[in-house]
């Protein structure tokens, strides 16, 4: 338990103090990479989970919480080496996910202080911490995280059966990939963590012009990302027994 607790709050706080960072650096008033626009919201996305990967590398770098629920419906018999695939692993990876990114968060905010100080648009300071959708459907909303993490964790799991000379850099890339290419219809939580740990953290912290914190959309990136991750579960053995 400790080796969970330890790698992947860390591994998950590095994921979102960069990837929550970079948000914030593109929509946040004068920063230095101010209306970067979302190129740069997409890679900045992808090197933070190559960073996380890296640094929760002793749990198996899940620093998602739909990754360890892939790899369990999987039937895999571990997380990572020595971690048993059971129940209690998994909510103790469930917890250590959400608490690194409610931490990531948080560090983010400090980063940039200052210009959430000067911020004025509850919109815009809401969404550096958390997804929301450019169209609210919510039936559909959920159908775009479903199939985009069903692509992130089928792969992941798929990757552990065709190594490359990539490594965690592989990772990164299909975010990056899946950023583009799915990201426009709800900003791809495709992490629970992801978004309900910064969200959390939206809710508590002391910012000015906040606004509210959207709760009823905040199912839609725990629900569709489990979903997609038990399909991708699903499909992975198929695919690698053939």
């Known amino acids: 338990m400790e080796t969970i607790f330890l790698f992947e709050i860390m591994g998950t706080a590095t994921l979102i103090l960069l990837g929550t960072g970079v948000v914030a650096n593109a929509l946040l008033p004068g920063t230095k990479g101010h209306a970067g626009g979302p190129l740069m919201i997409h890679f900045g ?114 990757f552990g059966a065709t190594p490359s000379e990539l490594g965690p850099l592989a990772v990164g890339l299909l975010v990056v990939g899946i950023g583009a290419g799915l990201g426009g219809p709800t900003g791809y939580a495709i992490n629970p963590a992801r978004d309900l740990g910064p969200r959390l953290a939206h809710a508590l912290l002391p910012i000015r012009n906040k606004g509210g914190n959207d709760w009823a959309y905040s199912w839609v990136p725990i629900v569709g990302p489990l979903a997609g991750a038990v399909l991708a579960g699903l499909t992975a053995p198929i695919l690698l027994a053939g």
């Not at 892939?70 to 917890?95: C, K, Q, R």
């Open 45 to 158: 996305w992808g090197l933070a989970v190559f960073s996380g990967v890296y640094v929760a590398w002793a749990s198996g770098a899940h620093i998602n919480p739909a990754v360890t629920l892939g790899i369990f419906v999987s039937g895999e018999s571990e997380f990572a080496d020595g971690i048993t695939a059971n129940v209690p692993h998994m909510l103790a990876y469930f917890a250590a996910q959400v608490i690194g990114a409610f931490v990531g968060a948080v560090l983010a905010w400090a980063a940039y202080k200052k210009h959430y100080d000067k911020a004025e648009d509850p919109g815009v300071i809401k969404g550096t911490f958390c997804t929301d959708p450019a169209e609210r459907h919510y039936g559909w909303n959920v159908v775009t995280e479903v199939i985009a993490t069903y692509v992130l964790v089928l792969v992941v799991l798929l």
